[in-house]
C-alpha cells in the first residue's frame, strides 16, 4: 500500500504565497509523484504543473512564472511554492502519483486567495 498526502493549504491575500507539500508514504516515493492538480468550484480538476524524474517541468499558462514545482528526494516529497497569487487560484490543490499502472490521489488540500 501507498498513499500521497498533501499539506500547507490556507488563507492568503492577493499577491501573497504559499508551498504546497505532498509526502509520499509506503510503496509510493518521491519519484513516483508526477504532478499537482488543482479543482475549483464548479470546475474540472487541471493540472497545475508536473515534473519528470529528469527535473523537466511543465507548467499550466495560468500559473507560468508564478509557481514552481520540486521534488525533495530526502524528504520523499514534492512542493509546489506558490507566489503572487490571485483569486482564481483558489481551489483544492490535490498530488498525483504513479506506481505502476497504479494512479494515486491525495485527499486534497484547500488554498483561499481573498482579493
Known amino acids: 500500500q501507498g498513499q500521497v498526502v498533501e499539506s500547507g493549504g490556507g488563507l492568503v491575500q492577493a499577491g501573497g504565497s504559499l508551498r504546497l507539500s505532498c509526502a509520499a508514504s509506503g510503496i509510493i516515493s518521491s519519484t513516483n509523484i508526477k504532478a499537482w492538480y488543482r479543482q475549483a468550484p464548479g470546475k474540472q480538476r487541471e493540472l497545475v504543473a508536473s515534473l519528470t524524474n529528469s527535473g523537466s517541468t511543465n507548467y499550466a499558462d495560468s500559473v507560468k512564472g508564478r509557481f514552481t514545482i520540486s521534488r525533495d528526494n530526502v524528504k520523499n516529497t514534492v512542493s509546489l511554492q506558490m507566489n503572487k497569487l490571485k483569486p482564481e487560484d483558489t481551489a483544492v490543490y490535490y498530488c498525483?502519483?504513479?506506481?505502476?499502472?497504479?494512479?494515486?490521489w491525495g485527499r486534497g488540500t484547500q488554498v483561499i486567495v481573498s482579493s
Open positions: 498525483n502519483a504513479w506506481w505502476g499502472n497504479i494512479e494515486y
